[in-house]
């Protein structure tokens, strides 16, 4: 069974950081490229940043600067740290483990920002 399961959500107040982690199992996740996605209330699913098998990442425009996605292949684990948090940042954070046509997506964690 696959399994993602994202981490670290949380209140936190504007200017902020917080650190998320996405912990995959019953893939063999060295081989995978991982994507964060956010999807704000009332808002569709977004892409916010992906790193490759190889440690090659990308970042939406949005988030550039702020944003930073890193891997720990040991812990079949993907982080994404986030800084200067907004709050247009407040979502649910999910993420995605994607091999050719293999798919797999997590539940995502909240992260509102107060005000």
């Known amino acids: 069974q696959v399994l993602l399961v994202e981490s670290g959500g949380g209140l936190v107040q504007p200017g902020g950081s917080l650190r998320l982690s996405c912990a995959a199992s019953g893939i063999t996740f060295r081989f995978y490229a991982i994507g964060w996605y956010h999807q704000a209330p009332g808002k569709q699913r977004e892409w916010v940043a992906t790193?490759?098998?190889?440690?090659?990442?990308n970042y939406a425009d949005s988030v550039k600067g702020r944003f930073t996605i890193s891997r720990d292949n040991a812990k079949n684990t993907v982080y994404l740290r986030i800084n200067s948090l907004k709050p247009e940042d407040t979502a649910v954070y999910f993420c995605?483990?994607?091999?050719?046509?293999?798919?797999?997506w997590g539940k995502g964690t909240r992260v509102p920002i107060s005000s």
């Open positions: 995605n483990a994607q091999l050719g046509n293999r798919d797999y």
């Open positions: 790193i490759s098998a190889a440690g090659r990442t």
